[in-house]
Nanobody, 118 residues
Framework: QVQVVESGGGLVQAGGSLRLSCAASGSGFSINDMGWYRQAPGKQRELVATITRGGSTNYADSVKGRFTISRDSAKNTVYLQMNSLKPEDTAVYYC????????????WGQGTQVTVSS
């Protein structure tokens, strides 16, 4: 089993910044791709950004140029630096991890609330 724990959410004014962190841990697993997704009230969960073990990144168009995903593979930790935040960025942000132990499995964190006030 892999545990995924997010931190760093909160309330910020439009134009402000927040940094989210997500740590994955699990004995006998290799942590591969990691990423951030978000879900606003009444909407489906959507991809925000992903990063491979090798460091290749992918971003949603809506966050390109404002958000930066990075990882410390030695610590199995992924970060999301969010700048120039907008009210429409308000959502619960979830960390997703792909872990391998023979087969590959996906694990989700419990989510962290990000609220951007106008």
């Amino acid at each position: 089993q892999v545990q995924v724990v997010e931190s760093g959410g909160g309330l910020v004014q439009a134009g402000g910044s927040l940094r989210l962190s997500c740590a994955a841990s699990g004995s006998g697993f290799s942590i591969n791709d990691m990423g951030w997704y978000r879900q606003a009230p009444g909407k489906q969960r959507e991809l925000v950004a992903t990063i491979t073990r090798g460091g290749s990144t992918n971003y949603a168009d809506s966050v390109k140029g404002r958000f930066t995903i990075s990882r410390d593979s030695a610590k199995n930790t992924v970060y999301l630096q969010m700048n120039s935040l907008k009210p429409e960025d308000t959502a619960v942000y979830y960390c997703r991890t792909i872990a391998t132990s023979g087969a590959s499995f996906q694990y989700w964190g419990q989510g962290t609330q990000v609220t951007v006030s106008s």
